[in-house]
């Protein structure tokens, strides 16, 4: 004798019944189910609008070379230890340990982290309760893969050498600027499972020693930063560095300016890939990247010219001014 379907006790229809509908609606209509994860973005941009909007942002912090010239957005290829971009008068280049290579893709939220708390403490001996606060910080879920993901990171930001430099003409003589420097001289950082352990026995914190190179750069040239933001485009880096340059960008413009796309001097050169050689590859990618910045900043006055060589932008704030978050405040 055949047993009927357990029944749901709600709406009186078999359970059987509502997991064949689900099934159906994710082959004939996958446009109508939302994954976890795309609704957890989603909540992250409705977070980074209302936010702005009642002038509550979460400020953070980034440091100049890595706003003007991105790092690798992509993993580089094996062997590959040398990464450089430019920025009109700016030129970046990093140099990956040979051990642990270059700082790619999500590596690049660690700089953001240390120049924040660098911001914050005042101090280029940083300390924070545990890895895990990191993690939280950038949306990234907690668990022992994402903390060796983390561990990797750290170590290929330790390990690289920053050369950061401009060239400037004055009076028809070459002024150049040169700085190398790495990231951190000295690191400790340990993770537990137990989100109530704050402290390891013996108080000890994760700590983090910043070279006196980057520390005076954060604090000569600190660039205010949306945290929330960071954390909903940590997983496109490419869109994260459009976003923070945007940012930068607008603030500093004096009114409506363009930015060419291409050349020595243009955004391709600037940005944290190579892949995107040709001109209409690179528009393409730029389009879907300044859809994903409009999400987050809608009145962001970024866009493509008409014949797809340049950027227009105009003065605009992604990041409030403190003096006004703090009279809303």
Request: hydrophobic letters at 40%; one cysteine or more; aromatic letters at 10%.
């Amino acid at each position: 004798m055949s047993r009927p379907n357990p029944v749901n006790k709600h709406d009186h229809r078999p359970t059987g019944g509502l997991e064949k509908l689900g099934s159906f609606l994710a082959d004939a209509h996958p446009d109508l189910i939302i994954s976890k994860r795309r609704m957890r973005k989603v909540e992250s941009i409705e977070c980074v609008r209302l936010k702005r909007e009642v002038a509550r942002q979460n400020l953070g912090f980034s440091s100049r070379p890595f706003v003007l010239c991105g790092l690798p957005v992509r993993m580089p290829a094996p062997g590959c230890l040398l990464h450089e971009r430019r920025n009109g008068q700016f030129v970046l280049q990093v140099t990956g340990h040979p051990s642990y290579g270059l700082p790619w893709g999500q590596d690049r939220l660690v700089p953001i982290f240390l120049a924040t708390l660098a911001i914050r403490q005042q101090t280029p001996r940083i300390t924070f309760d545990s890895a895990a606060e990191m993690l939280d910080t950038f949306g990234m879920q907690q668990g022992g893969s994402q903390y060796r993901r983390l561990v990797a990171a750290f170590q290929r930001i330790f390990g690289a050498t920053i050369f950061f430099g401009t060239d400037t003409q004055r009076e028809r003589a070459t002024v150049v600027h040169r700085a190398r420097f790495n990231f951190m001289s000295e690191a400790r950082i340990w993770y537990s499972r137990d989100p109530d352990q704050r402290l390891l026995p013996g108080d000890c914190q994760n700590m983090i020693v910043l070279s006196d190179e980057f520390y005076r750069e954060i604090l000569n040239h600190p660039i205010p930063t949306d945290l929330e933001a960071a954390k909903a485009l940590s997983s496109s880096p490419a869109a994260l560095d459009l976003f923070m340059w945007l940012s930068y960008r607008c603030f500093t413009a004096r009114g409506k300016e363009r930015v060419p796309l291409f050349g020595d001097f243009g955004l391709v050169s600037q940005l944290g890939s190579t892949d995107y050689a040709r001109p209409r590859k690179f528009r393409e990618k730029l389009e879907g990247w300044l859809d994903l910045v409009r999400t987050m900043w809608p009145e962001c006055p970024a866009s493509i010219d008409g014949d797809g060589t340049g950027l227009f932008i105009d003065r605009a704030h992604a990041v409030l001014p403190l003096e006004v978050s703090n009279a809303r405040n």
